[in-house]
Every structure is written in C-alpha cells, then in structure tokens.
C-alpha cells in the first residue's frame, strides 16, 4: 500500500513562513514528478509548484520567488519551503505523485489527505 503524508501547516501570520513536508511510504519501485497543489475554500484546486526526478522545477506565477520545492531521492520526500506568506495563501495543500509500485507497472497518480495553511493576523 502506497501511502503520501502531509505535514507542516498551520496558522502563521502574514509574512511569515512554513514548511510542508511530504513523505512516501510503502513498496514501490520509483517516483517520478512530485509536486504541491492547494485548494481554497469555493476555489478549484491548483498546482503550486513541481518537481521533477532530476530536479527540474516549476512554480505557479503567484508563488515565484516565494515558494521552493525540493525532494530527496533517498528519503523520499518532497518539501514545499512557504516564504512571505499571504492571506491569499491560505488553502489545504496536497501532494501529489506519479509512482511505479513495480518495475514493469505504469505510474500511477497518488494524492496526500492534505493539510491546513491559514494565513492570518
């Protein structure tokens, strides 16, 4: 059973920042792009930010130069480090994966429960 766990939201003042953290867990054999989506309240869901297996990164418009995604390979882990946060940033962040359980398998889309970012004074 594959699994993707959040962590690290919370309540920060505007301004501040946050770390998310997403860790994969399970047997499989590999994972391919990673990355960040979130979803406020009466909004659809958006993609933050994408990582790829080599590192090859992007963000959407409204988070470059704030946010930074990174993983590591070995812990199977992707991060979202959340800088100058604002109000607007305020959603429940998800992680988002394509993961081969096995060599010869396809890669398969996986999704973390999601966690809160509230963003207020």
């Known amino acids: 059973q594959v699994q993707l766990m959040e962590s690290g939201g919370g309540l920060v003042q505007p301004g501040g920042s946050l770390r998310l953290s997403c860790a994969a867990s399970g047997s499989f054999w590999g994972i391919a792009d990673a990355a960040w989506y979130r979803q406020a309240p009466g909004k659809e869901r958006e993609e933050v930010a994408r990582i790829s297996r080599g590192g090859s990164t992007n963000y959407a418009d409204v988070v470059k130069g704030r946010f930074t995604i990174s993983r590591d390979n070995a812990k199977n882990t992707v991060d979202l480090e959340m800088n100058s946060l604002l109000p607007e940033d305020t959603a429940v962040y998800y992680c988002?994966?394509?993961?081969?359980?096995?060599?010869?398998?396809?890669?398969?889309?996986?999704w973390g429960q999601g966690t809160q970012v509230t963003v207020s004074s």
């Open positions: 988002n994966a394509g993961i081969k359980r096995y060599v010869w398998t396809m890669w398969v889309d996986y």
